[in-house]
């Protein structure tokens, strides 16, 4: 098994955490554009906890958080921008640290009706660009359809760094494990097992449903003969309808606390899991959790 790796957590939710502005429809963006010295501090809180993996604050530089107009303008210059903020914060870290470039879903988190294949790649392709010179490795975020993930595999054949993908899973505890589309994850991961990829991570889903997609990620790599990342950022959401809104109202969280978060992430590590972090409501106290874990890991061996 490979040696385990800690991510980050939920830049946006650790944003309004510190202070940041944080509202709908700019969601981390806000921070991005008004007070950029949050984005840093949130950076920086996850790394002295332990991350070894910092993630760009690009996910709301897209038309549905930012608007057509402010995204045409400002858009890929944002991305940069905090491309340019997560490498300075890892640069200047005590430890190393990697950065993440993120593609986000171009057209809202869970809406995978709302998708549109030439769009999003004019979307993600610019994202790309603007964030390529300045991360170590790239991971595309909570996608939710075979329709996206083939999307974002067309844009990662463009580099050699680590491209990894995050489905976002159907909070529903189900057999076969699904995404948000009601498409099974191993269809999911079949589409793209022979492209470009070099891990398959699972996000913003609650950490009930995680280990039933480790496990069918097991079966499908298994039957393939590959090695891959396997990653996993579970949210503190409540669970997620199919019919959300993202931009009409803050998503209620239920306080998973960090040891009952430790707990999920054990079965995670002995199902596969080599990257481990934390996504919405998962804060640099969970981080910290993890990372002692890892450490008592180390020295056990």
Same mark, same amino acid.
């Given at each position: 098994m490979k040696s385990l790796t800690i991510l980050d957590g939920g830049m946006g939710r650790e944003l309004k955490r510190i202070g940041a502005p944080f509202s709908q429809p700019l969601w981390s963006a806000q921070a991005l554009i008004e007070a950029p010295e949050f984005v840093t501090q949130a950076h920086l809180n996850f790394i002295e906890? @332990?991350?070894?993996? &910092?993630?760009?604050?690009?996910?709301?530089?897209?038309?549905?958080?930012?608007?057509?107009?402010?995204?045409?303008?400002? @858009?890929?210059?944002?991305?940069?921008? =905090? /491309?340019?903020?997560?490498?300075? /914060?890892?640069?200047? =870290?005590k430890q190393d640290v990697l950065v993440a470039g993120s593609l986000p879903p171009p057209f809202g988190s869970y809406r995978p009706d709302l998708f549109q294949p030439v769009r999003a790649k004019e979307i993600l392709t610019a994202l790309f660009a603007a964030q390529d010179d300045y991360v170590d490795l790239w991971l595309a975020e909570s996608i939710a359809s075979i329709k996206e993930a083939l999307v974002v595999q067309s844009i990662f054949k463009q580099t050699q760094k680590p491209c990894h993908y995050a489905f976002t899973l159907s909070d529903e505890v189900s057999s076969p494990s699904?995404?948000?589309?009601?498409?099974?994850?191993?269809?999911?991961?079949?589409?793209? &097992?022979?492209?470009?990829?070099?891990?398959?991570?699972?996000?913003?889903?609650?950490?009930?449903?995680?280990?039933q997609a480790l496990q069918a990620t097991n079966d499908i790599l298994k039957k393939h003969n590959i090695t891959l990342d396997i990653g996993v950022f579970a949210n503190s959401f409540a669970p997620i309808s199919?019919?959300?809104?993202?931009? !009409?109202?803050?998503?209620?969280?239920? !306080?998973?606390?960090?040891?009952?978060?430790?707990?999920?992430?054990?079965?995670?590590?002995?199902?596969? /899991?080599?990257?481990?972090?934390?996504?919405?409501?998962?804060?640099?106290?969970?981080?910290?959790?993890?990372?002692?874990?890892?450490?008592s890991l180390l020295t056990a061996t």
């Open positions: 906890s @332990g991350a070894e993996i &910092i993630t760009v604050n690009s996910y709301a530089c897209v038309p549905f958080h930012l608007g057509d107009a402010l995204y045409d303008e400002k @858009g890929s210059t944002l991305a940069t921008h =905090a /491309a340019i903020l997560a490498k300075d /914060a890892a640069v200047n =870290a699904t995404l948000r589309s009601g498409e099974s994850v191993c269809d999911a991961i079949e589409a793209i &097992i022979t492209g470009k990829i070099e891990g398959i991570f699972f996000n913003c889903s609650i950490p009930e449903v995680m280990e199919q019919d959300h809104q993202a931009n !009409d109202n803050m998503q209620g969280c239920r !306080d998973v606390s960090p040891e009952q978060y430790f707990e999920y992430a054990k079965r995670w590590r002995y199902l596969g /899991a080599n990257i481990i972090g934390g996504c919405c409501g998962i804060w640099p106290s969970h981080i910290k959790m993890l990372s002692k874990w890892k450490k």
